[in-house]
């Protein structure tokens, strides 16, 4: 009795997480699938299955292309800065501060306000007539920007909203899994003469490798996901269209525009379905590329 | 951990997994005790809390609870998702124009309201409000109208006069019979006011669409559902007229209903705003107390036209259709259209009131008295029923974004009127 027990046990305590899973995770990539394959109104239903055609009008859509552009640009333009700037700023954190937990504390603040607030707020720190940036431009001569007209000046605006978001819960991250680096390394580098700098390429950076990757997983799946910031940089009629030309449309926004707007299920599915092959992509890419750094032994 | 520990955790567990199917059962049904919450999703400002209150009290045991989504698009989001999926839609919802096509398409998910006595009351709407939510079989009804857009152009009195334009409403209705007209004084005004940070509309989607609904029965889609926006004349019309107001530079180049068109209201980024009805309201809470008796209201060009309206719909969800039935039935009725009139300037469907004294005369103060009766009800007595397909939607939002793209010299118009086709065509998949 005891030793079924003793086997069953574990399989228990796993099993609400697989359950869990399996309902929201599993089935509905599954349901996607079938749904991805079919001509399917949101309202009206099920209009006959269509093998590929969404895939392959999907091949040839230049506003997906678009906004895939736009996803992988702002991406790249929040994730990059943000993740030096978090490794930067836990290493700061770790050394000798005074009210070190009240500073630990105030990274993490942007990261629980709503991200309807915080879309409201850089909504308006970046509009165009009013807005506070383009009141300084005017202040030291120059001419204000239209922040959500060009493709540029948006994305900016929206990576500045997601790294202000998101570095601070990095770099706790970073931070929690730094203090476990041994002190003794960051000693014998000191005795060698090491500069702050070398100390932190040649040991923070390798110790953290594990860390580096599971953050940068976290970072990219979220970046690849990317919808309420940029819905909300631009509020107001058919914001999900991302501006007037889309220029800072992403895929996660062209899917809810599909599926809700345009009553296209089926291809809004397809989009979701590319979406998480993207995804797959990026994480392989990005273990493979952070493998490369090396690890102290 | 013993062997008790062990079943315990095991327990704790396998209760978590069980709690966890059993929230996605729904929230618990509150009839039990005699009471039921009644749960209203709106969009914007009806101005039911009085009439929640007089219901309340007519019906005991009833409490209501509203919700209002300030941002149409994101409602219309959340209310496709949640009649797709037959949950959660509330128990009384509000259906606008654009979407009753498309609603209609899952006339199987709302409570038919002809099961409910709807023959009596029908002819008591306009009938075009009548039609719009009932199925081309003519067999469902799933909503009751409550308002509808009757439209007039409000302005700034005080822009106006600053530009030497006059600023009396009879006056200011002849500068603009025709939307030529219209362009013609936007160019005086801008002539007159010499600041770059004024200009005589806010956007020109706003105007755009308020040509468009007023040139034809019928817009993007025939009544076929097939696309006619290469075709309809009114469609290019309404493009020729608001491009040509960007050339004219008369556009403040604000996203309609963003952050910074509200502020363009308290700023007087613009001197006009074309004015359904329920606008009047918009434009109140966004200009704020400090521009009462600024704004004015005249007639619009064109003499009349159309823009907005909604039903009220009970879904077949709702565990109280009983008292949502009813309460929509007061909320549309005489006395509920009467009070959203009041409160938000919605202007009723039903034709019998247009003819009361309380309507007839009414006045809205903040406008510097405008008799707001006798203009709005004067454009919805001469209301056409305009047709809009399921897909009205997404390929007035193609139109409308490459409007914008072409207000915002991202391209020429020539190159826009392309794009729009062909966007158009794209959406109307």
């Known amino acids: 009795m005891a030793k079924t027990e003793a086997r069953v046990a574990p399989y228990a305590f796993v099993s609400p997480f697989f359950i869990v899973f ?23 239903g099920n209009q006959g299955f269509v093998g590929l055609a969404n895939y392959r009008e999907l091949m040839h859509d230049t506003d997906f292309w678009r906004a895939m552009t736009n996803t992988i640009g702002i991406f790249v333009l929040a994730t990059v800065p943000q993740l030096i700037l978090a490794t930067v700023l836990a290493q700061v954190l770790n050394s000798k501060l005074r009210a070190r937990t009240f500073w630990r504390m105030g990274v993490l603040l942007p990261n629980v306000t709503s991200v309807a607030a915080v879309g409201i707020i850089f909504g308006l720190i970046f509009a165009r007539d009013y807005g506070i940036v383009n009141w300084a431009l005017g202040t030291i001569g120059l001419d204000p920007i239209d922040w959500q007209g060009h493709r540029w000046s948006s994305w900016l605006a929206i990576s500045v909203m997601v790294d202000w978001r ?32 070398r100390q932190f390429w040649s040991i923070t950076v390798p110790m953290l490798r594990p860390t580096i990757i599971f953050v940068s997983i976290v970072a990219t799946i979220g970046g690849i996901q990317l919808f309420t910031e940029p819905l909300l940089f631009g509020s107001g009629i058919n914001a999900i269209a991302g501006g007037s030309t889309g220029q800072f449309q992403t895929v996660a926004m062209y899917l809810v525009q599909q599926a809700f707007t345009g009553q296209r299920f089926g291809y809004a599915s397809t989009v979701a379905w590319v979406l998480f092959l993207l995804i797959a992509v990026f994480a392989i890419i990005n273990v493979a590329l952070l493998r490369r750094i090396k690890s102290v032994d | 951990m013993n062997r008790t520990q062990r079943i315990a955790a095991m327990a704790v567990s396998a209760l978590a997994v069980g709690v966890l199917a059993a929230g996605c059962g729904g929230s618990g049904d509150d009839s039990s005790d005699g009471k039921v919450t009644l749960r209203v999703n709106l969009f914007g400002k009806f101005g039911y809390k009085d009439l929640y209150k007089q219901f309340e009290a007519e019906h005991p045991g009833v409490k209501i609870v509203e919700s209002a989504e300030g941002d149409l698009g994101k409602y219309n989001t959340k209310l496709s998702q949640q009649i797709a999926a037959n949950a959660a839609a509330g128990d009384v919802v509000a259906i606008e124009e654009g979407q009753t096509v498309n609603f209609l398409q899952s006339a199987d998910k709302f409570v038919n309201l002809q099961d409910h006595g709807y023959a009596d009351i029908k002819a008591d709407y306009l009938p075009y409000v009548a039609d719009a939510a009932t199925t081309a079989d003519g067999k469902t009804t799933i909503g009751l109208g409550t308002d509808v857009g009757g439209l007039a152009m409000c302005y700034r009195r005080d822009l106006f006069e600053k530009a030497g334009l006059p600023v009396e409403r009879e006056e200011v209705a002849k500068l603009w019979p025709t939307w030529q007209d219209f362009i013609a004084t936007g160019e005086k005004f801008q002539q007159g006011i010499n600041d770059p940070k004024v200009h005589f509309i806010d956007a020109a989607t706003n105007t755009y669409n308020s040509i468009l609904m007023q040139g034809s029965k019928e817009t ?10 290469d075709s309809n004349p009114a469609v290019k019309n309404a493009w020729d007229l608001s491009t040509e107001m960007v050339d004219a530079g008369l556009s403040a180049k604000l996203v309609a209903f963003s952050d910074e068109w509200n502020a363009g209201f308290k700023n007087g980024a613009f001197a006009t705003v074309a004015c359904p009805a329920w606008m009047t309201g918009t434009i109140k809470g966004n200009a704020g107390d400090a521009l009462a008796g600024k704004w004015d209201i005249a007639t619009v060009p064109g003499g009349s036209g159309n823009w907005g309206g909604s039903w009220l719909a009970v879904p077949k969800s709702s565990k109280h259709q009983k008292e949502a039935i009813e309460l929509i039935k007061f909320l549309s009725s005489k006395t509920g259209q009467m009070g959203a009139f009041e409160s938000e300037g919605r202007l009723p469907s039903l034709p019998a009131l247009y003819d009361t004294p309380e309507l007839k005369d009414a006045k809205n103060d903040y406008f510097n008295n405008a008799p707001t009766g006798q203009l709005f009800v004067a454009g919805a007595r001469n209301l056409e029923p305009v047709y809009l397909g399921a897909k009205n939607v997404p390929v007035r939002d193609a139109f409308e974004n490459v409007l914008r793209s072409v207000e915002n010299g991202q391209r020429s118009q020539a190159d826009g009127w392309k794009e729009a086709i062909k966007a158009a065509q794209k959406a109307a998949k």
């Open chain 1, 166 to 197: 998101w570095t601070g819960y990095n770099a706790l991250i970073l931070l929690a899994s730094l203090q476990a680096v041994p002190k003794e390394l960051y000693e014998a580098a000191r005795i060698d003469g090491a500069s702050a700098w």
């Open chain 1, 22 to 44: 399996a309902i929201f995770g599993f089935f509905p990539l599954v349901y996607t699938l079938w749904v991805s394959l079919h001509d399917w109104s949101l309202l009206a």
């Open chain 2, 220 to 229: 993007y889609f025939d009544r076929d559902n097939k696309l006619v926006v």
